[in-house]
């Protein structure tokens, strides 16, 4: 049976080093898989997440090196966010005022101690203290301890000028609950640990945004295998009359894409095969992958890449 919650999140990035950086340096995340998009091989896509990449960890980035800022509106994502354990937002906040990060005061939202920041792109991420944020990394994280590592995606806050028919994709189409309201902010949870959390905010201000660095492209939700991915694209279908795209294979998931009422760019992607599917668990995100049908270029396209030590 299908975990409901996100499979990955994916946004536009400047340099590549200096996002490879800040990810895996700063937040202490893993590089779990280092490829191009498939769909524009002159462009990387790099996979942050847990030490496995599993479904529910992944934050991946598109970096374009002299990419234009991007700027949130409606029918987008406002926020993504990181799980980490209640009792490390304070350890979280020496070291952002250490390593000169962008960020606010800690706040609450929908109870939870909430540590809103930015990457180096301005994009926007928190981190969320939970009571049970689930098991330390096994993995040397650098200088990030493992008792406050983040663990995996908390959620995504979707800013729309109105929640009812995204309400309805989110519940009927994908199987989340509406689980608590905090203000005008509608929070919908589905059964997964990591990633379970999907907010609905509206807008007052219906400007919409701009695509650019620091601005998510599209958020990705798990379906177990091919069979559970066929029946959720069946009811998105018949339920909502959404014209919901041919599989598509992205070597590591299968992946089906469709715009939701409220603009935002919906991707189903399964969980298998999975990032060990060409590279060892040891030595993921160390060696630049490549579908076969790219094979026969990868000399134009390594060089063509910018170095991202």
Do not use: C
């Not at 939202?109 to 096994?138: H, I, K, S, Y």
């Not at 040891?282 to 910018?306: C, D, M, N, Q, V």
């Amino acid at each position: 049976m299908s975990e409901i919650g996100l499979h990955h999140v994916t946004a536009f990035s400047g340099p590549a080093a200096r996002n490879r950086d800040f990810y895996t340096r700063v937040l202490g995340l893993r590089l779990v898989k280092t490829t191009v998009n498939f769909d524009d091989p002159g462009t990387y896509h790099l996979y942050y997440g847990d030490e496995a990449g599993q479904p529910g960890t992944l934050l991946t980035f598109f970096p374009i090196a002299h990419a234009a800022a991007g700027r949130v509106g409606v029918g987008e994502t406002q926020e993504t966010a990181f799980r980490v354990p209640r009792a490390s937002i304070g350890w979280w906040v020496h070291r952002f005022v250490a390593m000169n990060v962008d960020h606010q005061a800690p706040s609450s939202a929908f109870g939870e101690p909430t540590l809103r920041f930015r990457d180096p792109d301005g994009m926007r991420l928190a981190l969320v203290g939970v009571e049970e944020a689930g098991p330390a990394p096994t993995r040397d994280g650098g200088d990030v301890p493992a008792e406050h590592a983040l663990r995996g995606l908390h959620g995504v806050t979707l800013l729309l000028a109105e929640a009812g028919p995204t309400a309805a994709i989110l519940t009927d189409g994908l199987g989340f609950r509406e689980a608590a309201r905090d203000g005008a902010s509608i929070r919908y949870a589905g059964s997964a640990a990591a990633g379970g959390f999907v907010t609905l905010a509206t807008a007052a201000d219906r400007s919409s945004g701009r695509p650019g660095a620091g601005s998510v492209h599209h958020i990705a939700f798990r379906a177990a295998d091919d069979a559970a991915q066929a029946a959720t694209v069946d009811r998105l279908s018949t339920h909502h009359r959404l014209a919901v795209t041919e599989q598509r294979d992205r070597q590591y998931f299968r992946s089906v894409y469709f715009r939701e009422p409220g603009g935002v760019l919906f991707e189903i992607a399964t969980d298998v095969p999975g990032f060990t599917v060409d590279e060892p668990l040891a030595t993921l995100g160390s060696a630049l992958k490549l579908p076969a049908g790219l094979e026969p270029h990868r000399a134009r396209i390594a060089a063509a890449l910018p170095d991202l030590a």
